[in-house]
Structure formats: C-alpha cells, structure tokens
C-alpha cells in the first residue's frame, strides 16, 4: 500500500513559479516510476510527466517550464513549474506504478493550481 499526498499548490499570477511535493509512504527508490498528471474543469486527466528510475518524460505542452524529480532521501517526488500560463490551472495529481507495469495504481488527492491573468 502507497500513500500519496500532494502539497504545494496554490494561486498564481501568470508567468510565476510554483513547486509541487509528493509525499510517498513508502521509500520511494523502491517504486519504478511516479508521474504528474492534472485535471482541469470539464477536461479529462491529461499526463504532465513522469520518471521511471533515472529517465524524465514530459508532455509536450510543458516541456522547457516544467521540471520533474525526486528525492529518495525524502521520499518525495517534485514538480517544479515555470513560466505558468492560465491554461495551466487544474488540479494535479501524484501517482505511483508501483510494479513497474505501466499502470498508476497509486493516486494522492490532488492540489489545486490556479494560474490568473
């Protein structure tokens, strides 16, 4: 069993910085891959990034703003977003493929970003 809480979001101007947190329960050196993903109203959950072991994947759409990462020490999982635009609010989400299979079987209850105008 992996627990998932995600922290860090919030309300934004356009063109600001914000950095999201995972916090795993489990060590999280020991779970192949973790990824973003967001949801914003009236919109299916769309993926951001992910990193499984040492190797980064981003969507395209936040490519060179956004940066993914983890601390094992910590436990935790990152994403550092720059450069926010309003079409970047939604709620995000941390998840977890504990297997390595593929499939997210671990999801945290999402933190609110708000980007305005």
């Known amino acids: 069993q992996v627990q998932l809480v995600e922290s860090g979001g919030g309300l934004v101007q356009a063109g600001a910085s914000l950095r999201l947190s995972c916090a795993a329960s489990?060590?999280?050196?020991?779970?192949?891959?973790m990824g973003w993903f967001r949801q914003a109203p009236g919109k299916e959950r769309e993926f951001v990034a992910a990193?499984?072991?040492?190797?980064?994947y981003y969507a395209d759409f936040v490519k060179g703003r956004f940066t993914i990462s983890r601390d094992n020490a910590k436990n935790t999982l990152y994403l550092q977003m720059n450069s926010l635009k309003p079409e970047d609010t939604a709620i995000y989400y941390c998840a977890a493929d504990s297997a390595g299979m593929g499939k997210y079987d671990y999801w945290g209850q999402g933190t609110q970003v708000t980007v305005s105008s």
């Open positions: 990193i499984r072991w040492s190797a980064l």
């Open positions: 489990v060590r999280t050196v020991s779970i192949p891959q």
